[in-house]
């Protein structure tokens, strides 16, 4: 069950003129090409403290804007998933490029930074591919499944860059899961902020230590992880189909199929079909000859 929490609220239209704006996605998503465009030619690449990851880091209308290395998941499993997760941590708002051809891949990223807490927007990046691949993806029920502002974009021609200050305007909070937050409660309670919560919950060791708090289990992580995964199918399910008749019907066939109210019908229906195929046409007509 999702629902919104009760400490999502909208955020303040009018913000503060400098904020810490961060692009986040999966590799090869295109989010230097925003940073690119947004920095124009101003542009200081440094080392992240600690490391040998390179940072990228410039001002876009009166805010800061970090472009950060490309993730599959916050986390601490290796240097840039380090570093990424450090910048997200202290951002005002989040800008999430997605691929839109494969967001059965993007969208685990997308539902991690949104039961983090953080106010986000989406881009929904590589759009024009869709088309060509006969792809079809419901955008505004996709942004309400997900309570944020979605915008389809494609790098290769700017389509969607004029829509860049109205998602730093219109990030929010999105919907998160409810059982999830209120397991993450008892870590809140202790002060300790929702998003370093979270991943003290999935395992991340040394973010624990700074709030001197018991690191979760390997199971934690990988019940969390089924569970966003999950997630993800059921919004991919219901929002993506393919852009033609026999792709329509397919596809409303496979969510048929995932409804507990008209799964069992079909399957019954469909071990009647195997069941005389196989046993009376195979087993009495075919087997004649």
Request: proline content about 3%; overall charge negative.
């Amino acid at each position: 069950m999702f629902v919104k929490h009760d400490e999502i609220q909208e955020i303040d239209q009018n913000r503060t003129a400098t904020q810490k704006i961060v692009l986040v996605g999966n590799p090869n998503v295109g989010k230097s090409c925003f940073f690119n465009y947004m920095s124009g030619m101003y542009v200081d690449v440094s080392n992240f403290p600690g490391t040998t990851v390179s940072i990228t880091k410039s001002h876009y209308k009166g805010h800061e804007i970090y472009d950060t290395p490309g993730i599959y998941g916050v986390a601490s499993f290796n240097d840039e998933e380090k570093v990424a997760r450090d910048i997200i941590l202290t951002a005002d708002v989040i800008i999430n490029v997605v691929n839109a051809v494969n967001l059965d891949r993007d969208l685990f990223l997308t539902l991690q930074l949104i039961d983090m807490g953080k106010p986000i927007s989406v881009f929904l990046n590589f759009s024009d591919e869709l088309k060509k691949r006969k792809i079809k993806i419901d955008v505004e029920l996709l942004s309400e499944l997900l309570g944020i502002e979605v915008i389809p974009t494609a790098a290769v021609d700017k389509f969607g860059f004029d829509k860049i200050e109205d998602a730093i305007k219109n990030a929010r909070i999105g919907i998160r899961q409810n059982e999830l937050m209120n397991i993450v409660q008892p870590l809140m309670n202790k002060s300790v902020p929702q998003a370093e919560s979270i991943l003290i919950l999935e395992g991340d060791s040394s973010i624990a230590e700074r709030y001197n708090a018991e690191c979760g289990t390997a199971d934690d992580r990988e019940k969390i992880y089924v569970g966003r995964r999950n997630r993800v199918s059921e919004i991919i399910n219901t929002v993506e189909r393919e852009d033609s008749k026999k792709g329509e019907l397919f596809s409303l066939f496979g969510r048929l199929t995932l409804n507990p109210i008209t799964s069992f019908p079909i399957l019954a229906v469909m071990l009647v079909l195997v069941y005389f195929f196989i046993g009376v046409f195979i087993s009495q007509n075919v087997v004649n000859f």
